[in-house]
């Protein structure tokens, strides 16, 4: 028996271990090497510079430039998404009465379905719809505003200007994300035990109260583990930007790390250099997720 | 559960006559939200729907205006997109890939999360975390040396090698959401199964796998929709056009340039990209927000 469980153990975790480490965790480890070389990728050969690709990258200006639009990116869009999914999500739950037991709003399941929608949209698709709807001459946005008399964005291009390229580009991912958030919010709060709303009901609370007493309090895990994900992804946002704004935007103020990645890796087959920013991206992303917890942390114990 | 109760809760509001003296209030916060969200909801939908409407348009109508209705039903856009721009080819593709992937993944996810929680040994809390490193690190540091591990199977540039960096891809999450799964499985069934005689295999297969189903089913329906939505591992790695997937296909209209682009075309595959997930998505939401609020509950 226990040699028939051994060899149970080793073929239904060992061979899916196997397969994983051979394509994500070689991979890894591979980058790590290579940003340490100037690996050009077409000749088997390549020299160990050390540090010279991290030297390079942080003299690079377009590269900065990419690094400080993704943490513009980290900061905003999970913020913007998180403010505005709650919201919705308290007004779906606890909109309904005020006596008698905390009740919902009516006819939610509607906000709540209809709010889903681009969860199930495939990114890119995303960033082609909206790349339309901004578009200057044929986009619904101008033709809108337009109707309305504002003749000032008769050909306004929302991504080709300096000025709107970034907020809309934030736009378009936070559309994409606030209904599945939404979602998440309203499965979190319902979760909430009733008695905690009865009670604070009893003392007086009124709905403000109620909001940053009980169910604030309440969901910050669930905040926790929203801001974390929605920052990854910020910080990756090559699939938005990619629809968007091939080409990095006007004066690559929508460019991000991993379309400048992506091109020097397979444009300009700098694989040395992209493999740098690679690893320079994972960092961002683990100190990212870091700061995070730790504040987390810090405000669960002040609100004790 | 609380939530089965209050969903049932919201679903079916007691009409009641307020007559407290806070129901002025009341009357208005609820006016405010339905008012907040349904801005919302349009601000959802009317992309959408001007999208339908313009696939339906000839180029000429989609320059002409885009307040205006399409003066008649314009198929050809859709036989363009599905045949020109080869929509219908990539749909295969991306569903031969997908499908595979979720196949593989969902037994190679389910059997090693199983066993990792089954039987522990000296050494599994590391496999843990190594698997959970996958979940961190993103998929950009990996890409240019996986290019060059597919490249040295001769997988590049092919659909089997594609849907094997899928199965890789999606393993982390598959053994990180089934695990605590498998974890709160009662141990006497499969100990009373032992000992009436099933082996470990069918232990696995045949009482434990079908316990955890509807962890399974939660899993599968993210992985599909994660898979199908991935862009950066086909457009990097599967760069042969006949074998492009779905998204690639959609992304080549954003880089081709201004009158280059066929826009009824465009729109056409927009709507053949988002209706049928949409379909899917709207008969089984209730199924997907369940899964959601476990998920959250845990």
Same mark, same amino acid.
């Given at each position: ?62 590269f900065m430039k990419a690094l400080r639009n993704n943490l513009l990116l980290a900061v905003v869009v999970p913020l913007v998404t998180i403010v505005l999914s709650l919201a919705l999500a308290t007004m779906v739950t606890v909109g309904g009465s005020s006596t008698g037991s905390v009740r919902g709003l009516g006819h939610s399941s509607f906000y709540r379905v209809v709010s889903f929608f681009p969860y199930t949209i495939p990114a890119i698709v995303i960033g082609l719809l909206w790349s339309q709807m901004f578009d200057p001459s044929n986009g619904l946005v101008n033709g809108l505003l337009t109707s309305v008399g504002l003749d000032g964005f008769k050909s306004f291009a929302w991504l080709g200007e300096p000025s709107t390229a970034m907020p809309v580009s934030m ?134 | &559960? ?11 509001? !007691?009409? !009641? ?26 601000? !959802? ?21 885009? /307040? ?20 219908? /080819? ?55 040396? /996986? ?22 891809? =999606? ?36 009482? &434990? ?6 962890? &399974? ?27 492009? !997937?779905?998204?690639?296909?959609? =992304? ?39 899964? /959601? ?6």
């Open positions: 028996m226990r040699g028939s469980r051994r060899v149970f153990v080793l073929i239904t975790l060992g061979v899916p271990f196997a397969f994983y480490a051979l394509f994500v965790l070689w991979p890894f480890v591979q980058a790590f090497i290579y940003s340490l070389t100037n690996w050009s990728g077409f000749s088997p050969e390549f020299e160990f510079v050390g540090i010279h690709n991290y030297v390079a990258l942080f003299q690079d200006d377009i736009f378009v991912i936070i559309w994409g994300f606030v209904g599945f958030y939404m979602v998440l919010f309203i499965a979190a709060i319902k979760g909430i035990p009733a008695e905690l709303y009865d009670a604070a009901r009893v003392d007086g609370a009124g709905r403000i109260r109620m909001t940053t007493m009980v169910t604030l309090p309440m969901v910050r895990d669930t905040m926790q583990t929203a801001y974390i994900y929605l920052g990854i992804l910020a910080l990756d946002a090559f699939v938005y930007m990619a629809a968007l704004n091939p080409s990095g935007g006007p004066q690559n103020t929508t460019l991000v790390m991993s379309q400048d990645l992506f091109n020097t890796a397979f444009k300009k087959g700098q694989f040395g250099l992209a493999s740098a920013m690679g690893v320079v991206l994972a960092v961002v992303t683990l100190l990212f997720a870091a700061v995070v917890f730790l504040v987390n942390r810090l405000a669960g114990r002040k609100a004790n | &559960m609380s939530v089965t109760e209050a969903t049932q809760a919201t679903e079916h509001p !007691v009409p !009641v006559k307020d007559q407290s003296p806070t129901s002025r209030g009341d009357r208005a916060v609820t006016t405010t939200s339905h008012v907040v969200l349904t801005i919302w909801a349009i601000i !959802v939908i009317l992309p959408l729907v001007w999208v339908f409407l313009s696939s339906f348009k000839t180029t000429g109508e989609i320059f002409k205006s885009p /307040l205006d209705l399409p003066s008649k039903l314009q198929f050809e856009n859709y036989s363009s997109a599905w045949t020109d721009s080869h929509l219908g /080819l990539y749909l295969f593709n991306s569903v031969i890939v997908v499908v595979a992937a979720l196949v593989v993944v969902m037994v190679l996810g389910a059997a090693a999360a199983y066993s990792l929680a089954r039987y522990p040994f000296p050494g599994s809390g590391v496999l843990y975390y190594l698997i959970l490193a996958g979940l961190t690190f993103p998929i950009f540091l990996a890409i240019v040396p /996986l290019f060059f591990v597919l490249k040295n199977l001769g997988l590049l540039n092919t659909l089997p090698g594609l849907s094997a960096t899928y199965v890789a891809f =999606a393993f982390p999450f598959t053994v990180f959401f089934l695990y605590p799964f498998f974890r709160a499985l009662p141990q006497e069934i499969a100990e009373a199964a032992e000992i009436d005689g099933a082996g470990e295999w069918r232990t696995f297969w045949q009482v &434990m796998l079908p316990m955890a189903r509807p962890g &399974m089913v939660a899993v599968a329906i993210f992985n599909f929709l994660g898979l199908w939505n991935q862009f950066l591992l086909p457009v990097a790695l599967n760069t042969d056009e006949s074998k492009y !997937v779905l998204s690639q296909g959609m =992304a080549r209209f954003a880089s081709q340039a201004g009158y280059a682009v066929n826009f009824g075309a465009l729109f056409a595959g927009v709507v053949i990209t988002v209706v049928p997930v949409l379909i899917v998505y709207i008969i089984f939401q209730r199924q997907l927000q369940g899964s /959601l609020s476990q998920g959250t509950l845990k």
